[in-house]
């Protein structure tokens, strides 16, 4: 079967995000494609065909980032027991923090969002606003099931978000030493889910 434009293999897939997180990570977000494109060995015009431009390989990174912080709702468990899937978003999501390349390139967004706004926005949107867009679709499903009682996912959503990360996205963003060891992730996670329960469980 002839492949379909704009459409490469999923390892050949796999490699561009790879190099794209380990490249910009190193050199920032103006870091020519070309490096990114010798990194991953294939062509630039092969990341080019794929995602047509920088700000869509950050949506891309960011996208990839979210469906793996938020596959815990797509499970038997976590569609029968919020709290179990509320906990690991809470730990996939501090673990986002606390990586070095999945903060470096939020913050090189952010420094670079005036000369690069489509940049910026490509991850903002991918990132941020769909993890909550996918958690308030969450809630919204275990509230019509009865698990969960959240009359405003979306605000249930940035409400629960919100006691994850606390100042520790700032600790990071400005390269302050983490306060706190795997075990204080668990802590964090677990007292956000209880915290949020008790106000949203039926």
Do not use: W
């Not at 092969?46 to 815990?72: C, F, P, Q, W």
């Amino acid at each position: 079967m002839a492949r379909v434009v704009g459409q490469i293999d999923l390892s050949k897939n796999e490699a561009i995000l790879e190099a794209a997180v380990n490249v910009l990570s190193e050199r920032g977000l103006a870091a020519p494609m070309e490096a990114i494109a010798r990194r991953a060995n294939v062509s630039k015009q092969t990341i080019y065909n794929h995602y047509g431009s920088k700000a869509e390989l950050i949506r891309a990174l960011a996208l990839r980032r979210v469906d793996e912080m938020t596959a815990s709702f797509e499970t038997p468990e976590g569609l029968d027991d919020p709290a179990q899937a509320l906990a690991q978003f809470a730990r996939m999501l501090l673990g986002a923090i606390l990586r070095p390349g999945g903060v470096n390139l939020y913050r090189m967004a952010i420094l670079s969002s005036v000369e690069m706004p489509d940049v910026a926005k490509a991850m903002f949107e991918a990132g941020p606003r769909e993890s909550r867009r996918k958690l308030a679709q969450y809630l919204a499903l275990e509230t019509e099931a009865g698990r969960l009682a959240c009359p405003d996912p979306l605000q249930a959503a940035e409400f629960f978000a919100g006691m994850v990360i606390g100042s520790h996205q700032s600790t990071a963003l400005l390269r302050m030493p983490p306060a706190f060891t795997d075990d204080g992730v668990e802590a964090v996670a677990q007292e956000a889910v209880t915290r949020f329960l008790k106000a949203y469980a039926r």
